[in-house]
Structure formats: structure tokens, C-alpha cells
């Protein structure tokens, strides 16, 4: 195909660049670039806007056999045509905005054209067969729509004939059909008043005509009332449009949604005419504004037209939409042109029909204007039923009362049922008009209501993760429940309980902004109440600590623990069984910090707590023993982890299924004891075990399941299995880069590991790239001078000695003799690992009484701390020995 010079020549001769003609067109400048080079050429609709905007001929422009353009300001009723019999009633002029729905408008031609090429041309079509239907809320585009299709088969020659028929009323119906019989070819019925005649002679003609022909009926609320007046026979088509979701015997139907993001956008820049002028900053506050408008084409039009009459700026739009949104939702605007009314007229009409069909439906809506709008599951209206009022109620007392309900509101397209998930949606500028036309009171008994029935549904335990399913599919309720209770101000225990529950499942899944503020909200209601009853704020300042604590903001959950405990010392409360679980979870952060002494006291007093009160076989304890028995892991204390662990097992199985997800927990702890005494087979055995557990009830992309993959990663490496230790590593590292963030705890814990088995591999530089990004993570997660940034240190200190960088490893022993002096106490453990490797890199140094000096240190803290028999003192010990030896003949 030969290149389109005279395209080309015409778009420079005008100082066009490719885009500049594409923006114009409201297409691509692939697709400019594509006519100009001859690989593609336009189609009819492209090849007439072309000719408008060069104003020349088809021929003119290198286009082939030129189209019969139509002019956007052409307002004549007969199709420009060579015909002189055409008919041409359409009422409007083309949109000269119009914008998208290039795959519908496709769809709708092509199965016209199917049905057209499936039959002989000698057999004459049946008009039925050959009607589609447009559907959807009004407002959505459905008119503007079948404009547009009307015009761009007129630009094909697809008709000979274009009739519309506006269908809203009988009497609509009926003038249609009076104004369409004045205009019929030969004798026209000017004298004839019978209107069964009128009715009769135009339907007759459609039935005979020998010409294509398209009839639009426009606005079909009632389709039994438009089927009298259609032809049986023709040859032609008829597409409707129609609010109502069922549409009956016509074949083929077409639900129009909102328009895309991009689509609104393009359309709002346009339509206020800067889409020539406008700045990345606006371009994104026109796309805030499709957002808040929920892509919706006349809000959009409206929108647009007041931008363009007003001047003001999108962003100055946007502000004002946010205070007074009804009021621009009822104003049209002095330059429209558009048949239809603002969005407020339009569904305010709408809804005052539904309260005189059926009051229960119209009471629906309201409660559907307080929820979030896109996936309402109907369950909630059923089991939400005893706080609703009596006459809703009873009628979402069966499905029998519940469809005629939903049928009403189907009707007008006021809502839409998505039966295989058993949802519901609505469009949020319902929601707006809908709650326009409450009064205040009204709005806060809905709200009130709403709270209450949330309540009751959601899950009441959602650590357990038998309910998870349930508390994703009304999460989203209840974040809009959570804006309600801020707006209304709602302060009851439904309210606080509703928010702390969700606020916990979110904790569990890793969420954890979200999850704080509805912690944080909750607290603020609890404590309006706290002098009648400090229980709920103790109990809810744990939930936060915990929340902190799996956050990674450490200080934070050990202000909210101690600041639970110190409620917990208050009489009415100090016997309560949530006091141990505030000692665990103190107890638990402590241990999770290194500070084991703190650690082991405090899980000693709550499992005396627990067993003092409810008995050595109380179903809390597992925790405090898993969480004792790993403080004895980290000192090498086995015989104590074995016989906890079991402990724990044991007390589990006894209330418990035997693969419930408990049941992990003390497994997980008792396979590093069995590691380190190289066990291997059973302690791999038990990591499988408690792999599958958590797998089957948290799923294999849990964070929980990424810790599981390190401690097998851990056996693998202490076996030299390199290359499955390696896997195990980054399947860890993955889950927990996509669950938790690239930048959370466990994510830099990952990396550290990953980076000693790349060590201990000699792969330095890998190690060393694993390691600085294990530090950078912390540093930005702890204050400098805490244990876990030292851990860090630690590793690269030791790379460094390995790779005999004296000058870098010197550095950062000096950096973790600094951190730990000053953040550990003077007798802890991790002080002494510091003080045996600065030995190890004096004696490499030949510096021989400093090594001594470190070693001597070393034992010293190690023998009060894990005895004078635990490995770690012996291996100390040993070393100093060598030294000595060394020293003694060198």
C-alpha cells in the first residue's frame, strides 16, 4: 500500500504534528503514523472527521471513494443523501464530544451485519429478530450512544432510512408515530386524525419498504407498551434503549457501564476545552474528578460544563464538588444542548417512582446509599434484618419478597445484582442524590442501624482463620461503616468492638496502616468509657502493641504493653484473664529484641498467672511455653526447649484437631534444638509437618509460611545442602518482599540470612550486597544504636575479616563493640558474641593481649549467662587456650 502523501502534505501544510491531528480525532499517533506510511487506512467514521477538519474531499486527502460527511452543527431531518426519499428524523445534532465506546458501537454493527448475511436476500426478516437493546442507569451514555451508531452508519450507507421514536410516555410514543406518518413517501396522511390508522399505515411501511432502513426507539421504560407500535416484518433494525435490566423477547442486550478512567478523563478535558492547553497538574485533577464523579457520563458532561462557563480551574472544581455535590449534580449548565436533565432530576424522578411502586425497595436504596458501593453482599440484608425497620424487615424476610424488592430497583437500573457472587452495586452518585433527599435524622438512624448489623455479622474471632473468608467479603463494609462512625460520631461498644475486630484481621494480614487506624479509632471510643469499665482499653492497648510489635515499631508496642499491664493492676480487673496475654505479648517483644532476661521473667510470671488461676491445663499457656521455650533455644538450653515443646504439644491436642494451626507453633521451636544436635532427619520431618499446617490454613503466600522456609533454609545450610538452603531463602524472601513490604523486619532478616549462606559459600560479593540491604532496612526501622542493626554489623564485620579487608572489618568491630556496650546490659549474651570475634580478628592481627583481653571477657559473661558447660563457653574457651599455645610457642 503506497504511503498517503497527500495526508501527510495537507498535516504539515497546517503546522499539525502527528499528535496534534491525533488529539483532534481522539485517536493515537500510531494510528496518524499508520495512514501516512499506507499500512492501514482510516474507516468511514475516521475518514469523514478527516475531511471536517481539513475541509476536503476524501479524494482530496488520498482517501479513496469519498463518504458523505454529516457537520456537527447539521441539524436538517433528511439524511444528505442522493436519495431524495430518505428519511432522516433523528433530533439531534452529532456530539461533537463524544468519546469511547468504540468496541460497543463495533458489537452493535456487527450483529446487525451478522443477522443481515444469515439470511437470503429473498426472505424477508423478521424486525423482532433484529432488534437490539441498550441498557443501564440513566445518565449512563445510553442515548448518545445510539446517536452515534445512527451517524456512523450513516457515513457507511448501512440505511436508507434513520427514524427515531422517543418512547418514554404512551403519548411520546404516540406523537412520534404521528410526526414520522406526516413524512412517509407518496401520500402523505396530512388530513387523516385517526391515530390506529396513523399507527397502523407506518408500521405497514416498515413492514413493505425495500429499503434498509434503522429505527431507534429511544427510552423504553416500559417495552410492553412500545411492542404494539413495532413492525413485524422489514428490512431493517431497531436498537432501544431502555433503563429497565430485562428486556424480554429482545434477543440481544447490551448493559452500559461507566466510562473508563482514561476514557473520562479524555472526555472531561475535551468537553471543558483544555484538552490543548492543560498542564500535567490539571490532567491528574481532571482524573481526581472521573474518580469522585464514579466515571459517569452526564456528571462528566455537567462537570465539564461548568468548568467551561465558569472558567475556574479543575482542581477549584474538585473542592467545590466536595462541599456542595448536589448542587452541581442539579445543574446542567446554560450552553447544554443535551435533551437530557442534570443527574439529580434524572434519578430523583426515578426514586420518587420506586417509593410509589414498592416502599420497602425504596428503603432498600437507602440503606444501600450508607454502604460501600461496588460488592453489597445480599446475605447482609438478610441476616442484618432485626435492625432494619418493620417494613424492610419483613420484606427481606424470604427471597420471594427480597427479588420483587430487587426487581423494582432492576428496573430502573438503579442498581445491579451480581448473581454468581451474590452481590450487589450501586453507583455512588445514587448514593449522593439518594441521601440528598433524607433528612439528618434519618441519615443517623441509618447509620446507627448499620453499625449494629455489622456487628452482629462479622466474624467474632478473627485471629482464627475459619472466618477470614467472611471478613474479606465485608471488609469493604466495614471501612465504610468506619467513615460513618468518624462522621456521626458513633461512639458505642458496637462500634469500637466492630472496628477492633477488622482492625485485627488486617494486623493478621499484614496491613498494618489500615489496621492501626481502626485500633486507634476503636481505643478513642473505648476510652470515653474507661472510668465505668478499663477492661475493653486494656484490652485494646494490647491489640495495638501486638500490632506494633508485628510492625516492627518496637517502642511503640512496649508503650502500649506497659501501658496495658498498668490498667491490668487495677482491682476490678487484676484477675482477668487477659492479663497473662498482655505478660506474653510484653513478654514476646522483649524476646524478639534480645533481651532474654526480661523475656524469661516476664513468661514465668504469666504461666504462674495462668496456672495459679486456671489450672495447669489452661488452653493459654501454649503460647507462654513456645515462647519461653524459644528464649531457651537462642541459650542453647535443649532439654528445657524438648520438654516445653512437648508440653505445649501435648496441651493443644488435647482441646485441639491434630493439624491445627496451634499446633505449629511449638513444633516450629522444637525443630532448632533437634538441628543443632543434628538430628536432621526428624528435625526436617517436623518443619514439613508444620510447612503443611500453615500452608492448608493460611495459604502458601502467608508471612507466617515465610518463616517456616527460614528455619528449613537454616537445617539446609547446616548440612552444606547449599543449593536448596539457597531456594528455601528466597522463597522466603519473596513472600515476605510481596506480603509485608520491601522495607519490613522480616524482609531485612531474609536478607541477612541469605547473605552468611552466601558467605559461608565464599560468594562475597553477594553476601555483601545482601547484608547492606539487610542494614539499610534497619537502620530506617530502629534507631541507630539498637541490637537489630548491630546483627548486621556483625555479619559484615565478619565478611570483611574473611576477605582480609582489615581496614572495613576493623570499622564495623569497633561500630559493634560500641552498639552493644551501650545498648546491652554489661553480662548479656550478645555482648559476649561481640567480644569472641573482635578476639578472633586481634589474634589474625597477631595482636595477642588484646585477643586475650576480649577472650577473657567473653568467658567471663558466658559462664554467668549459659553456664560453664553450654557449647558457645566451651568453644570460648577453647579458643583462648589455642591462643595461648600460640603465644607459648609461636
Known amino acids: 500500500m503506497p504511503k498517503n502523501t497527500l495526508l501527510r502534505q495537507q498535516r504539515i501544510l497546517r503546522n499539525w504534528r502527528q499528535q496534534d491531528l491525533a488529539n483532534q480525532l481522539g485517536t493515537t499517533m500510531i494510528t496518524v503514523q499508520r495512514w501516512e506510511r499506507g499500512t492501514q487506512q482510516p474507516n468511514t467514521y475516521y475518514r469523514i472527521k478527516l475531511c471536517e477538519i481539513f475541509e476536503l474531499s476524501a479524494s482530496e486527502l488520498g482517501l479513496g471513494d469519498e463518504t458523505p460527511a454529516h457537520t456537527e452543527n447539521d441539524t436538517r431531518t433528511t439524511a444528505p443523501s442522493s436519495a431524495e426519499l430518505s428519511l432522516w428524523t433523528i433530533p439531534y445534532a452529532r456530539n461533537p464530544h463524544f468519546t469511547g465506546r468504540d468496541n460497543l458501537l463495533d458489537q452493535i454493527a456487527q450483529q446487525f451485519s451478522s443477522t443481515e448475511t444469515a439470511q437470503p436476500a429473498a426472505i424477508r426478516r423478521v424486525a423482532l429478530t433484529q432488534a437490539q437493546a441498550i441498557k443501564g442507569l440513566g445518565g449512563i451514555g445510553k442515548t448518545q450512544i445510539a446517536i452515534e451508531y445512527a451517524y456512523r452508519a450513516l457515513a457507511q450507507k448501512r440505511y436508507t432510512h434513520t427514524l427515531w421514536i422517543s418512547a418514554a410516555t404512551a403519548e411520546s410514543i404516540q406523537a412520534s408515530f404521528i410526526a414520522l406518518a406526516r413524512l412517509l413517501p407518496g401520500d402523505p396522511l396530512t388530513d387523516e386524525t385517526d391515530q390506529h390508522k396513523l399507527n397502523a399505515a407506518v408500521k405497514r411501511w416498515l413492514e413493505e419498504c425495500q429499503h434498509p432502513w434503522l429505527l431507534i426507539v429511544d427510552n423504553v421504560d416500559d417495552l410492553a407498551l412500545i411492542q404494539p407500535f413495532l413492525p413485524i416484518w422489514g428490512n431493517g433494525d431497531i436498537l432501544l434503549t431502555t433503563r429497565a435490566n430485562a428486556v424480554g423477547t ?8 461507566t466510562m473508563g478512567l482514561a476514557e473520562s478523563t479524555h472526555f472531561l478535558l475535551q468537553r471543558a476545552r483544555r484538552l490543548e492547553s492543560v498542564s500535567p497538574e490539571e490532567t491528574d485533577e481532571a482524573t481526581n474528578i472521573a474518580i469522585e464523579l464514579g466515571q459517569f457520563p452526564l456528571a462528566l458532561d455537567q462537570a465539564a460544563a461548568y468548568i467551561e462557563e465558569t472558567g475556574c480551574s479543575f482542581h477549584d472544581y474538585r473542592l467545590l464538588y466536595q462541599q456542595h455535590r448536589y448542587m452541581l449534580l442539579a445543574r446542567r449548565g446554560r450552553q447544554a444542548t443535551s435533551y437530557h436533565e442534570p ?8 426514586l420518587q417512582q420506586v417509593k410509589q411502586t414498592n416502599p420497602a425497595a425504596a428503603m432498600l436504596l437507602e440503606l444501600c446509599a450508607f454502604l460501600a458501593p461496588d460488592a453489597i453482599p445480599e446475605e447482609l440484608l438478610e441476616q442484618g434484618a432485626p435492625y432494619w425497620p418493620p417494613l424492610l424487615r419483613q420484606a427481606v424476610g ?42 439528618p435524622e434519618e ?11 455489622m456487628n452482629a455479622i462479622f466474624p467474632e474471632n478473627t485471629a482464627q482463620t475459619e472466618g477470614w473468608s467472611l471478613c474479606q467479603r465485608y471488609l469493604d463494609q466495614v471501612q465504610a461503616c468506619d467513615t460513618l462512625i468518624q462522621d456521626y460520631r458513633i461512639l458505642s461498644s458496637e462500634a469500637a468492638g466492630l472496628l477492633s475486630r477488622a482492625g485485627w484481621y488486617l494486623k493478621e494480614h499484614a496491613v498494618y496502616p489500615q489496621a492501626e487506624a481502626l485500633h486507634q479509632r476503636a481505643l478513642a471510643i473505648w476510652e470515653c468509657s474507661q472510668d465505668t469499665n478499663p477492661l475493653p482499653v486494656a484490652r485494646q492497648l494490647v491489640q495495638l502493641a501486638a500490632l506494633y510489635h508485628d510492625w516492627g515499631k518496637y517502642g511503640q508496642s512496649e508503650q502500649f504493653y506497659q501501658q496495658a499491664l498498668s490498667l491490668y493492676e487495677r482491682p476490678e480487673i487484676r484477675d482477668n484473664i487477659r492479663v497473662g496475654m498482655a505478660m506474653y505479648g510484653l513478654a514476646t517483644l522483649y524476646n524478639n529484641q534480645g533481651k532474654d532476661a526480661q523475656a524469661e521473667a516476664l513468661y514465668l510470671r504469666a504461666i504462674d498467672f495462668y496456672e495459679q488461676r486456671f489450672g495447669p491445663q489452661c488452653l493459654d499457656l501454649p503460647p507462654l511455653l513456645n515462647g519461653l521455650a524459644y528464649v531457651y533455644v537462642k541459650q542453647r538450653k535443649y532439654a528445657r526447649v524438648e520438654a516445653l ?30 538441628a543443632e544436635q543434628e538430628r536432621y532427619v526428624e528435625a526436617e520431618e517436623i518443619l514439613q509437618q ?36 539457597e531456594h528455601c531463602y528466597r522463597r522466603a524472601l519473596a513472600i515476605c518482599e510481596q506480603q509485608l513490604g520491601s522495607n519490613h523486619p522480616q524482609v531485612a532478616d531474609s536478607f541477612n540470612r541469605l547473605g552468611t549462606l552466601y558467605r559461608e559459600q565464599k560468594r562475597y560479593a553477594q553476601a555483601e550486597a545482601c ?5 539499610r532496612i534497619r537502620e530506617q526501622l530502629q534507631n541507630p544504636d539498637q541490637f537489630l542493626v548491630s546483627d548486621v554489623i556483625l555479619e559484615l564485620a565478619i565478611l570483611h575479616f574473611e576477605q582480609r579487608k582489615d581496614e572495613e572489618a576493623e570499622r564495623h568491630f569497633q561500630q559493634l563493640l560500641y552498639l552493644r556496650e551501650n545498648v546491652l546490659r554489661l553480662d548479656d549474651e550478645r555482648l559476649a558474641e561481640a567480644l569472641y570475634h573482635l578476639a578472633r580478628f586481634r589474634q589474625a592481627q597477631g ?44
Open 847 to 890: 595482636r595477642i593481649q588484646q585477643a586475650t583481653a576480649f577472650y577473657q571477657r567473653a568467658l567471663r559473661i558466658q559462664q554467668q549467662t549459659l553456664g560453664a558447660d553450654n557449647p558457645l563457653t566451651l568453644a570460648t574457651a577453647q579458643s583462648m587456650q589455642e591462643l595461648a599455645q600460640t603465644a607459648e610457642h609461636p
Open 398 to 439: 424470604s427471597r420471594f419478597t427480597l427479588n420483587q424488592m430487587l426487581e423494582i430497583l432492576l428496573s430502573f437500573s438503579l442498581i445491579k445484582r451480581l448473581t454468581e457472587d451474590n452481590l450487589l452495586s450501586i453507583h455512588r452518585l445514587v448514593q449522593v442524590v439518594h441521601l440528598e433527599g433524607m433528612q
Open 645 to 674: 515443646c512437648l508440653r505445649s504439644v501435648h496441651l493443644l491436642k488435647k482441646h485441639l484437631d491434630p493439624d491445627n494451626l496451634a499446633i505449629a507453633n511449638p513444633l516450629i521451636i522444637l525443630a532448632a534444638p533437634y
Open 443 to 453: 441519615r443517623c438512624q441509618w447509620v446507627q442501624r448499620l453499625v449494629l448489623a
Open 250 to 257: 429482545i434477543p440481544l442486550s447490551f448493559a452500559i457501564d
Open 771 to 775: 547484608f547492606q540491604r539487610a542494614l
Open 690 to 725: 508444620v510447612l503443611r499446617i500453615r500452608e492448608k490454613h493460611l495459604g502458601s503466600e502467608h508471612f507466617r509460611v515465610a518463616f517456616v522456609w527460614h528455619e528449613l533454609a537454616k537445617l539446609y545450610q547446616k548440612q552444606g545442602r547449599y543449593e536448596d538452603a
Open 343 to 350: 443527574v439529580a432530576t434524572t434519578w430523583s424522578l426515578s
